[in-house]
T-cell receptor
Framework: GAGVSQTPSNKVTEKGKYVELRCDPI?????LYWYRQSLGQGPEFLIY????????DSGLPNDRFFAVRPEGSVSTLKIQRTERGDSAVYLC???????????FGPGTRLTVL | GEDVEQSLFLSVREGDSSVINCTYT??????LYWYKQEPGAGLQLLTY?????DMKQDQRLTVLLNKKDKHLSLRIADTQTGDSAIYFC???????????FGAGTILRVKS
């Protein structure tokens, strides 16, 4: 079956621009997670959705970051006024109802010039 | 708060066993995970262990958990060159659904 997919795989943007990163979870998975992985580090939690609602957004670094999941499936991570420090790989994961095991997508590598 | 620590680098010869270690701070963690990341790729779930278990074996992989010392290890038997990757330990705190990751251990397998 299909795994978690993320688009685009690479995104290069200029400082100050707006970007959207998309995540398609595994079919039937109700929970969706976003993480950010900087070079040489482990992934850091950003936000967690259960269905359509953000159940925990404590990892979002500031109000330039926002994520939505309007129909409880696909999610979009939105970053306004990008900064060079936002450059990282953004990973999405999903898990099935009743389990905590998270399955990750390939990530989107964001580069802010 | 939660914190997970791992050694940075491990080098082994092909055919030897590899042991990757991890320590964590949250004693209420419910599950502990091992993920593998190859260059340019996402995270692949290798195995996990529930916090009330001491050991779990899955083919070439053996996970040992010492809950008293908050120490987790991953043993890979008969290590192959294809096992070269970064290995991440992660804990799942009791409250909340996020995973807390270590910085990863680079495993290099020499042929």
């Amino acid at each position: 079956g299909a795994g978690v997919s993320q688009t685009p795989s690479n995104k290069v943007t200029e400082k100050g621009k707006y970007v959207e990163l998309r995540c398609d979870p595994i079919s039937g998975h109700t929970a969706l997670y976003w993480y950010r992985q900087s070079l040489g580090q482990g992934p850091e939690f950003l936000i967690y959705f259960q269905g359509t609602g953000a159940a925990d957004d404590s990892g979002l670094p500031n109000d330039r970051f926002f994520a939505v999941r309007p129909e409880g499936s696909v999610s979009t991570l939105k970053i306004q006024r990008t900064e060079r420090g936002d450059s990282a790989v953004y990973l999405c994961a999903s898990s099935s109802p009743g389990t905590d095991t998270q399955y990750f997508g390939p990530g989107t590598r964001l580069t802010v010039l | 708060g939660e914190d997970v620590e791992q050694s940075l680098f491990l080098s082994v010869r092909e055919g030897d066993s590899s042991v990757i270690n991890c320590t964590y701070t949250d004693s209420s963690s419910t599950y502990l995970y091992w993920y593998k990341q190859e260059p340019g790729a996402g995270l692949q779930l290798l195995t996990y262990i529930f916090s009330n278990m001491d050991m779990k074996q899955d083919q070439r992989l053996t996970v040992l958990l010492n809950k008293k010392d908050k120490h987790l290890s991953l043993r890979i038997a008969d290590t192959q060159t294809g096992d070269s990757a970064i290995y991440f330990c992660a804990e799942s705190p009791l409250y909340g659904n996020k995973l807390v990751f270590g910085a990863g251990t680079i495993l290099r397998v020499k042929s």
